[in-house]
């Protein structure tokens, strides 16, 4: 659409297969939301102070890097960490590079999501605060979930989430709740109590004088019993 209107905006985040962002002059989103409204596809205005990823920060980028250079030490990482710049691992001996450029470049970020889950197949999971790209990463993992609910608290949001993870398979370490509780002697009762409330409590009746049998009671005999609606006798 952007080729064939002409229309002179960069898309700046590929945040899913259905959702892209888009960054340029005012005029030009003007002349787009325009056209998208004419051929019935969903867009919004996000309020930002200025179009990020675009050509309009991108001078930003060296002032950034040579920053970077002065107050930011570079180690190799003890865990993969995918930039969203190249969908990939950073790479050790371009870190810094590679975060500078990000500024002005566009985020690939559904392709970060893609290459995750190639080399590390695993359940994606948003660490809040709240549950704003959900959506998106459930676009590459059905399974994905997430910590922050608008219906629980914090930790009553971490023990589901923690319960969603195990139903799916993952071994989870949960000494770390409460650490000590799994060193705590186990008190062992010498016999099974059952508390009598008034929920579970019926005194016994005792029967009235002449009073009728109930259906399929047994009636007692000098030699036998015979229970009444019954098939045979004993």
């Known amino acids: 659409i952007l080729r064939k209107e002409g229309i002179n905006v960069k898309i700046a985040n590929y945040n899913g297969p259905d959702q892209v962002v888009v960054g340029g002059a005012t005029e030009e989103l003007e002349k787009l939301k325009q056209l998208l409204r004419a051929q019935r596809i969903s867009s919004k205005s996000l309020e930002v102070s200025t179009a990020f990823h675009t050509e309009y920060v991108s001078e930003a980028a060296s002032a950034f890097d040579t920053w970077l250079a002065s107050n930011v030490r570079f180690e ?11 969908a990939t691992v950073y790479p050790p001996e371009k870190a810094r590079e590679t975060l500078s450029t990000q500024l002005g470049a566009s985020v690939r970020f559904h392709e970060m999501l ?6 590390h197949p695993a359940t994606l999971v948003e660490i809040g605060p709240g549950r704003k790209i959900h959506g998106l990463l459930k676009a590459t993992d059905a399974k994905a979930l997430t910590l922050d609910s608008e219906s629980r608290g914090g930790v009553l949001g971490l023990a589901a989430l923690l319960g969603e993870l195990s139903v799916q398979g993952h071994a989870l370490d949960l000494t770390q709740w409460h650490p000590g509780l799994e060193v705590l002697p186990v008190e062992g009762t010498k016999s099974f109590t059952v508390i009598l409330t008034g929920a579970n409590y019926r005194a016994v ?23 009444l609606g019954a098939p045979s006798i004993s």
């Not at 190799?76 to 190249?86: A, G």
């Open 114 to 119: 893609t290459a995750m889950q190639v080399d």
């Open 76 to 86: 190799t990482s003890q865990i993969p960490v995918y930039s969203n710049l190249l």
């Open 205 to 227: 009746s005792k029967p009235r004088d002449n009073a009728p049998l109930p259906h399929n009671a047994p009636i007692a005999t000098d030699k036998f019993a015979v229970n």
